[in-house]
């Protein structure tokens, strides 16, 4: 640790959710000073810069996820832990039920779905939550119903996946709880499974479509449908849901912007970009080191993790202009696109749906919501969580047009 670094700077342990509570200075920080930061704690190492993350991700001889990409978790049989072609055949697999035309369905449920949701908020007088009423219930909803779960399960099964994703931190956090959720969570697929079998898997739903999809003779086996089964909660809803919510924070903070989009509403697409930028729902996604790679004068040995910071990458002054600014007008064609799906190979798979969730959000309340204020001595809620970031309540007004 270099002489120079400021004392709260120092010994950081990044698996410690306070340690990315408003982060943004100790991002800049090593951003600007110490761009490869090793975590004695965890033993990982840390990357800040877009430049070092691209550089990362896409040298996949080097740096695999099979080793696990979570910080000392070891790798599951879902897609995200894979490499090469393993990897290719579980994401060709997975990918059938993520076509344009099921895209396509998925917009029409969506936007039915949106629809229903502002009705009620503008139906309730006085103070709605927008991340309960909105940002959780549209997500859910949509998993929900890709997968065909039973209406009564439709509240544990978002229990349980929120509580499971705590886990994600570090072993620390594979708490009894994340553990028993994970449990109940297993019980459920195999219920699901079971049903798919004896009706003959004649379904329409994403897990009967995963259960029959088949390239060159290959199928996705049993624990592979089950890791998927679960990364498509994890990794849809509770990202989803910071990025529609953490979006109509900054927008509810900047009337000005928020008029812009409904007075023009091709804006929303780019808007929908400085959101995802801005929000960043997800904190890390951590790589393995397959042989010694010196970097910014140090080694990451083979063997050892690096943890790749999106929402510090997002904030990279070589990349964004102003970046500590929200600004629905920025031009990511001058700056960089920016990297909360990830890059290369494991780029998120679930990118174009997130993007439309975020966008009819936008498109239904800039609409027929005139304001969105925040009531008097009440506050916004923050997650805090070394995996994830976003909003746990958000209590608003709206005023409708
Ligand atoms: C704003 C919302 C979302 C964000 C910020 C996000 C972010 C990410 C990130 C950072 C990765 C890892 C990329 C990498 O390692 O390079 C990822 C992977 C993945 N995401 Fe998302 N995600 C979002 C929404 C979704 C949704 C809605 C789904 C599905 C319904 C989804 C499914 C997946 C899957 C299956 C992977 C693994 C892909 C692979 O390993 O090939 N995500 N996501």
């Excluded at 994401?91 to 076509?99: D, I, K, N």
């Excluded at 679930?350 to 204020?373: F, P």
Aim: aromatic share 8%; net charge negative.
């Amino acid at each position: 640790m270099g002489s120079k670094c400021p004392a709260k700077f120092q010994n950081l342990d990044f698996c410690a959710p306070s340690t990315h509570d408003n982060p943004y200075e100790m991002y800049d920080y090593f951003l600007e000073h110490e761009p490869l930061y090793f975590d004695e704690k965890n033993e990982v190492w840390e990357v800040f810069r877009y430049d070092d993350i691209v550089r990362i991700e896409r040298d996949t001889e080097t740096f695999i996820n099979g080793e696990g990409c979570r910080p000392n978790i070891p790798a599951d049989p879902g897609m995200i832990y894979q490499d090469g072609e393993q990897h290719n055949k579980q994401r060709a697999l997975v990918s059938s039920g993520f076509t344009p035309r099921q895209m396509r369905k998925m917009e029409d449920r969506a936007r039915e779905i949106v629809t229903e949701l502002v009705d009620n908020m503008l139906a309730t007088s006085g103070e709605v939550d927008i991340v309960a009423d909105l940002a959780t219930a549209l997500p859910m909803r949509l998993i929900a119903d890709m997968l065909d779960i039973p209406q009564e399960k439709r509240s544990a099964v978002q229990s349980w996946m929120n509580t499971a994703i705590q886990g994600g931190q570090g072993p620390d956090y594979v708490t009894d709880e994340v553990n028993d959720a994970f449990s109940a969570f297993v019980m459920h697929h195999e219920e699901m499974h079971a049903a798919r079998l004896e009706a003959g898997c004649t379904g329409s739903d994403i897990l009967t479509i995963w259960m029959n999809a088949e390239i060159n003779g290959e199928k996705l086996d049993e624990s592979e449908l089950l890791f998927e089964h679960i990364l498509l909660n994890t990794g849809g809803a509770e990202t989803t849901r910071n990025a529609i919510a953490g979006g109509l924070e900054q927008l509810s903070n900047d009337p000005k912007q928020y008029d812009a989009l409904y007075e023009n509403p091709d804006l929303i697409p780019n808007a929908v970009e400085e959101i995802i930028r801005w929000v960043c729902p997800f904190i890390n996604m951590y790589r393995t080191a397959t042989r010694d790679y010196e970097l910014h004068g140090k080694v990451i040995k083979a063997g050892q993790q690096v943890g790749l910071t999106y929402p510090a990458a997002n904030r990279d002054p070589r990349h964004f202009s102003d970046p500590h600014t929200f600004n629905i007008f920025r031009d990511f064609s001058k700056d960089s696109k920016h990297l909360s799906f990830g890059l290369g190979p494991h780029f998120c798979l679930g990118a174009s749906l997130a993007r439309l969730e975020v966008r009819l959000s936008l498109e239904e309340m800039t609409r027929r919501v005139k304001s969105i204020r925040i009531p008097e001595g009440k506050e916004v809620e923050y997650i805090s969580s070394s995996f994830t970031r976003g909003l746990t309540k958000f209590p608003a007004i709206l005023e409708s047009r």
